[in-house]
């Protein structure tokens, strides 16, 4: 990172997400970040959205073996993530979903 970017620096991941507004604009509204730590990625997240994500996935030809699977939050919520190119920008997608609590669903052992 440098701390002589200006915006015009971003200009590639903003182009991207112009871009992905006027392709894919029917699809579910993620939350966008742009970051001059990362001047050529635009990062989408989708938050208790794990459909969105998957929408958005297959909408941009993303494989589902290309996806990687994690959780965070001592295991209560589930997260998925992938990266391709778009527009010239690093795209990432990252998805967060709520894992349920097996007590609460009868599931515990």
Known sequence: MSDSLTLADLSVPL??????????????APAAHVTPIWPDRLELDFHDDLAGFEAWR????????AVTHGTQSDG???????????????LELIGYGRIPDPELTGAAA
């Open 58 to 65: 297959d909408a941009l030809g993303i494989a589902p073996d």
């Open 15 to 28: 182009r991207a997400l112009r871009l992905l507004a006027v392709d894919f604009g029917h699809l579910a």
């Open 76 to 90: 209560r919520t589930r997260v998925l993530r992938t990266m391709t190119e778009y527009g010239g920008a690093k």
